[in-house]
């Protein structure tokens, strides 16, 4: 018999603006998103069971019970002294049970964004910075300048809910929104049509990001390749006229540049500087695997954000010794369980070593790894929670399937 139901309000884990405006009609276990912005509702929709989801717990290419995979598990930790669990996007409770987990069998935990994580966290210990919320910047903000272009794809609807939002407390009378970087015309125009903003854009080369800011604080009219003298007057123009200027990122956009960190601490300088006599606030927009749910809760829990190891009965942090990334690589771990509840990206398995994959029902790699176990994703198969981009806000995260999937919880608290 067909079961349908309209569930609305819910809360998207699949970026870290956790949008909780989200209406589903689901179908027995299908689901069909009611969202305007199609790219979240083709996103979301993603995660439909299909032909080729794995919703069996498989040892190598052949299915097994649960029972024998958990086993298989126990036994290839028993053997090995160096476990890696890295996390690919999962919700509190999930991230929990890694640390319980972990911290019963020695193990290292890492983030598979961490080294973004670092880029933004140097400048806080080193230099300082002030920082502001999504709501904030909604309802206060007459200028948002935005370094480099992948934060509008990473986190769709920060145009519609932040940048141009229909309502807002203050409404000024149009927000000035200055794109720094290779934006493309689609974008641009996507934004210009919302009609609540002025958009300037500067392509400039975003290795350039330090230069151009220190032009912005000075008189200084020096022209930078892809920065015309009309333009620069045009921009300092704006920003002197706006009476609350926020700056975003996103750290993976400097990936390419060729010192990130430099860019962050400029920008960031930069924004400090405005303070003295002014009103302006960073905002970085953190990554869509639940990073900012990650450093939450191991802070919280661990006193570090990432990159940590229990050893001696505590955990200890080293990001260059707990780096993932390089354990991999350098082949110095024995097994790597992955944990990966939201991400629709390809696992990468370096097949050098054991890996054990729990992860969501539509999860591909780059090849097939040791152990998979199905798991269910929060916010779909079972309730949870997760932390914003800005911090301020945890959000609770609804079930709206019974795919009869296991949490990463079950899995890690059953090995544990
Ligand atoms: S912007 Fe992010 S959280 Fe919001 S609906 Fe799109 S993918 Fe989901």
């Given at each position: 018999m067909t079961s349908q139901n309209n569930i609305k309000n819910l809360t998207c884990p699949f970026c870290s603006m956790h949008c909780d405006d989200i209406s589903v009609t689901t179908t027995n276990d299908q689901?069909?998103?009611?969202?305007?912005?199609?790219?979240?509702?083709?996103?979301?929709?993603?995660?439909?069971?299909?032909?080729?989801?794995?919703?069996?717990?498989?040892?190598?290419?052949?299915?097994?019970?649960?029972?024998?995979?958990?086993?298989?598990?126990?036994?290839?930790?028993?053997?090995?002294?160096?476990?890696?669990?890295?996390?690919?996007?999962?919700?509190?409770?999930?991230?929990?049970?890694?640390?319980?987990?972990?911290?019963?069998?020695?193990c290292i935990v890492d983030h598979v964004n961490s080294k973004f994580l670092y880029q933004n966290i140097g400048v806080v210990q080193r230099t300082g910075y002030m920082a502001t919320s999504l709501t904030e910047t909604k309802n206060r903000a007459d200028a948002i300048i935005i370094f480099g272009n992948e934060v509008l794809t990473k986190t769709p609807r920060l145009i519609d809910k932040v940048?141009?939002?229909?309502?807002?407390?203050?409404?000024?009378?149009?927000?000035?929104?200055i794109l720094i970087g290779n934006f493309s015309a689609k974008i641009v125009k996507n934004i210009k049509g919302k009609g609540k903003c002025n958009i300037t854009n500067i392509k400039l080369d975003l290795n350039l990001v330090g230069d151009f800011l220190k032009l912005l604080a000075t008189d200084d009219l020096k022209l930078l390749k892809g920065l015309k003298k009309s333009e620069l007057i045009k921009i300092k123009n704006i920003l002197n006229k706006s009476k609350y200027i926020v700056a975003t990122w996103t750290a993976s956009d400097f990936i390419k540049t060729l010192n990130p960190k430099k860019i962050i601490a400029a920008i960031c300088k930069y924004i400090v500087d405005l303070n003295v006599s002014s009103r302006a606030a960073c905002m970085p927009i953190s990554g869509i695997l639940a990073d900012e749910t990650s450093s939450q809760a191991l802070?919280?829990?661990?006193?570090?954000?990432?990159?940590?190891?229990?050893?001696?009965?505590?955990?200890?942090?080293?990001?260059?010794?707990?780096?993932?990334?390089?354990?991999?690589?350098?082949?110095?771990?024995?097994?790597?369980?992955?944990?990966?509840?939201?991400?629709?990206?390809?696992?990468?398995?370096?097949?050098?070593?054991?890996?054990?994959?729990?992860?969501?029902?539509?999860?591909?790699?780059?090849?097939?790894?040791?152990?998979?176990?199905?798991?269910?994703?929060?916010?779909?198969?079972?309730?949870?929670?997760?932390?914003?981009?800005?911090?301020?806000?945890?959000?609770?995260?609804k079930k709206i399937r019974d795919i009869k999937l296991p949490s990463t919880q079950n899995i890690l608290d059953n090995l544990a």
């Open positions: 689901y069909k998103v009611d969202q305007k912005n199609t790219v979240c509702a083709k996103k979301i929709e993603s995660y439909n069971l299909n032909t080729k989801s794995i919703v069996m717990p498989m040892v190598g290419k052949k299915v097994v019970k649960l029972s024998e995979a958990l086993k298989k598990i126990s036994n290839l930790i028993k053997g090995h002294n160096e476990t890696l669990i890295l996390n690919h996007g999962v919700e509190l409770a999930g991230l929990r049970s890694i640390l319980s987990f972990a911290s019963q069998r020695n940048l141009t939002p229909k309502n807002s407390l203050f409404p000024t009378s149009k927000k000035e929104i802070t919280w829990m661990t006193g570090f954000p990432s990159s940590i190891k229990h050893m001696d009965g505590t955990f200890k942090h080293d990001r260059n010794a707990f780096n993932s990334q390089k354990l991999i690589d350098e082949k110095n771990v024995d097994v790597v369980i992955h944990v990966s509840t939201i991400n629709s990206g390809k696992l990468k398995i370096n097949s050098d070593i054991t890996n054990i994959v729990l992860g969501h029902p539509n999860t591909t790699f780059t090849s097939t790894p040791d152990i998979f176990i199905p798991v269910g994703i929060p916010g779909i198969d079972y309730e949870g929670i997760m932390f914003r981009t800005d911090k301020v806000v945890s959000v609770a995260l």
